[in-house]
């Protein structure tokens, strides 16, 4: 269980107030263990913010996927943001349609009916989230293009902002940016219906006035230091 990470507060997580009955946690673990047993490999790794994989809890409610796992760095970051910041378990998994098409289909079209959002990754000839918004009309797909190789990204983006009308790919920043404003995108999507996630994005936005209140609180001593 990951509960060092600076952001991770038990209690920010949990829409459980701390002093449940036994009887009601017992029934929590076990819808745990359901979940858990209901996931297989052909889903992918669940995440959430108790840990990775046996560790995790919760149902999955959007899928983190990518082209390769070299993908990975950039792609914790939105994974880490779900987790983190706005307590959203989520499936991880590698999905390419370049080198074994047949199996994203299979994957894709089988995923676990509590995911609701799909964020997809992938760099150079870019073509998974457009892929994914075929085979899923009934759900949201965020596009990461990642910065890689020759073009640095500008080729990813390309080949996942310009989908023919009708199969829409939400496409985020090229690189780390990009990546966690899928997370944040996705958590705005799920926050329609779930009142908690939309408080904690209320508290992220809060996060952020705090930096800028800070920054300028320090700005004649820098004004100082750069002249
Ligand atoms: N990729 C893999 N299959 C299809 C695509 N577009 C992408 C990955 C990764 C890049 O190719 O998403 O960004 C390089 O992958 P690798 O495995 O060679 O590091």
Sequence with gaps: MDRSHPEFSESAYYDIPLAKSMSEKYTMLKEDECIQAALSNEHGVLVSPEGIGNEAKGAPKVLVTMGSDSDLPLMMKAVNTLRYEFGIPCLV?????????????KHIENLPTSVQVIIAC????????????????DLPVIGVPRDLGALKGIDALLSMVQMPEG?????????????????IHAAKELAIADPAIKERLMTYAEKRKVRVASQNQTLEKKLHDCS
């Excluded at 998994?93 to 289909?105: E, P, Y």
């Design 93 to 105: 998994q590698i999905n390419s349609v370049h080198r074994d098409l047949r199996s994203v289909v």
């Design 122 to 137: 992938a760099g150079g000839a870019a073509h998974l989230p457009g892929n994914i918004a075929d085979l899923r009309a």
């Design 167 to 183: 199969a829409p790919v939400a496409v985020m920043a090229i690189g780390e940016a990009g990546a966690v404003n899928a997370a």
